[in-house]
């Protein structure tokens, strides 16, 4: 009975095809007087990462999680009182199919459902009254750069394709499409179970040498999950192509044969600026 928001959708035209660009949803409110203190409680149908005034909340990773979703979908609480302002305020969030609807299995998990995203931000004020900002329908959709993003087959990513500013307020967002009001699906919201993901490491590579295919492969040193920081330079439209793997085959080329349909592959396309940090 706490939840004043409302399940939000982008309007978009139903798709059959498991890999589908992430979805960006954006909204700007006012905020009037001292803040005392501020919590965001967010949950999606997919994953998400939530952001505030251009800066990302929270340093979680994979949320909302992976659970039944028929019967249960975790939220998760933040503190956000220092990433909010008197005055115009921006909030945005990019939703992925993740376990959700994604490709699990070399299928879709819930090819029928679509990303949604339930957000509700509660402020207290220095003179005691509250204001409460939910997902509803004044959000705005859209999307960008990345056009495809699933656990098991990677991520394309289109550098040209980048909104400057997406979660700050002031931003143009006449060319964003309206989102929709959508039905609970009757699962059970509960507060997060277990201890999140976080990234807690960084590591540089131990070697990089050509393989006999002639790819250049980049030895982490270890079997892990994570991510490449990738910096690059060249001309716009030029793309990177990274395979990930966790063995070499006995002629010391990438060994992907255990990944069976997974592509787990990222394409990154430059936008061609001087230096670019994937």
């Known amino acids: 009975r706490d939840w004043q928001a409302s399940w939000i959708e982008p309007s978009v035209p139903d798709e059959p095809q498991i890999l589908r660009p992430a979805q960006m949803l954006r909204k700007e409110f006012h905020l009037h007087g001292a803040i ?16 505030l005034n251009g800066r990302r909340v929270g340093d979680q990773l994979f949320t909302p999680g992976w659970t039944s979703y028929a019967h ?76 495809t993003s699933d656990i098991y087959q990677g991520e394309i990513y289109d550098a040209r394709l980048e909104r400057e500013g997406w979660t700050d307020a002031g931003y143009d967002d006449r060319d964003w499409s309206t989102v929709r009001l959508v039905a609970s699906t009757g699962a059970a919201l509960v507060a997060s179970t277990g201890p999140p993901v976080r990234r807690i490491e960084e590591r540089e590579p131990l070697r990089l040498f050509k393989a006999p295919s002639g790819e250049t492969i980049v030895d982490m040193g270890q079997v892990m999950t994570g991510w490449v920081r990738l910096r690059v330079q060249g001309p716009a439209g030029a793309v990177v192509t990274l395979r990930h793997a966790e063995v070499l085959d006995s002629d010391d080329n990438l060994y992907t044969e255990n990944l069976r349909t997974a592509q787990q592959r990222v394409q990154y396309t430059l936008k061609g600026q001087s230096l670019e940090v994937f």
């Open 36 to 51: 005392v203190r501020a919590r965001a409680y967010v949950t999606s149908r997919g994953l998400y990462e939530l952001y």
């Open 72 to 147: 249960r979908l975790q939220y998760q609480t933040y503190d956000v009182t220092t990433l909010l302002k008197a005055g115009a305020n921006g909030i945005g969030a990019i939703l992925g199919s993740g376990w959700y609807c994604g490709a699990i299995g070399g299928r879709s998990s819930l090819s029928a459902y679509r990303v949604a995203l339930l957000a509700q931000i509660e402020i207290v004020f220095e003179d005691g009254h509250t204001q409460t900002v939910v997902s509803d329908a004044h959000w705005k959709a859209a999307t960008g750069p990345i056009l």
